[in-house]
T-cell receptor
Framework: DQQVKQNSPSLSVQEGRISILNCDYT??????FLWYKKYPAEGPTFLIS?????DKNEDGRFTVFLNKSAKHLSLHIVPSQPGDSAVYFC????????????FGRGTQLTVWP | DSGVTQTPKHLITATGQRVTLRCSPR?????VYWYQQSLDQGLQFLIQ???????AKGNILERFSAQQFPDLHSELNLSSLELGDSALYFC??????????????FGPGTRLLVL
């Protein structure tokens, strides 16, 4: 049962433009959400997180938006750079499941010059 | 560099064999998590340890076991290996892992190939 879904397996964006990666979840108990970036042959690298008490969190070029009523979150990258090309994973956790993270299947972002 | 180390980086073995994957958490982190990433399943939680004690269990097969030692490093033991066990195995760590609102930091992974 996939409780976190990333419905777009790939996204292609031109350098300098905005990249928007989307994520949906089904479990209303989730209260903490994270985005990870993964390059080939490396482990996932933490990017940014958001608690369910907020609807937006910003860190440099990365902004995460949370819409609890729609059970949807998105990651905005502005401006996109070629080095951002990687697989992006959305993850969620709930206090009731302690530290367990539920992951989406990832979106391959390609930023072209 | 996340500060989480995993060995070995690659492992090739045969069906029916047993292997041990090792993980050292970031300095100061008490919780260790194991995840499996296979081609068709994405990242799946296997098990969590906190300060030497098992805290949560996910989709971990009975052929798999783990432990966390007093120095906080952890080992994941995979036995009676099958072709389908071929995957990337990631270890992650966090400070506590009790609140559900912590960031987990991942190691580089161990790529296991069962022939």
């Amino acid at each position: 049962d996939q409780q976190v879904k990333q419905n777009s397996p790939s996204l292609s964006v031109q350098e300098g433009r905005i990249s928007i990666l989307n994520c949906d979840y089904t479990n209303s108990m989730f209260d903490y959400f994270l985005w990870y970036k993964k390059y080939p042959a490396e482990g996932p690298t933490f990017l940014i997180s958001i608690s369910s008490i907020k609807d937006k969190n910003e860190d440099g070029r990365f902004t995460v938006f949370l819409n609890k009523s729609a059970k949807h979150l998105s990651l905005h990258i502005v401006p996109s750079q070629p080095g951002d090309s990687a697989v992006y994973f959305c993850a969620a956790s709930a206090a009731s499941t302690l530290g367990r993270l539920y992951f989406g299947r990832g979106t391959q972002l390609t930023v072209w010059p | 560099d996340s500060g989480v180390t995993q060995t070995p980086k690659h492992l090739i073995t045969a069906t029916g064999q047993r292997v041990t994957l090792r993980c050292s958490p970031r300095s100061g982190d008490l919780s260790v998590y194991w995840y499996q990433q296979s081609l068709d399943q994405g990242l799946q939680f296997l098990i969590q340890y906190y300060n030497g004690e098992e805290r949560a269990k996910g989709n971990i097969l009975e052929r798999f076991s783990a432990q966390q030692f007093p120095d906080l490093h952890s080992e994941l033991n995979l036995s009676s290996l099958e072709l389908g066990d071929s995957a990337l195995y990631f270890c992650a760590s966090s400070v506590d892992g009790a609140s559900g609102q912590e960031t987990q930091y991942f190691g580089p992974g161990t790529r296991l190939l069962v022939l």
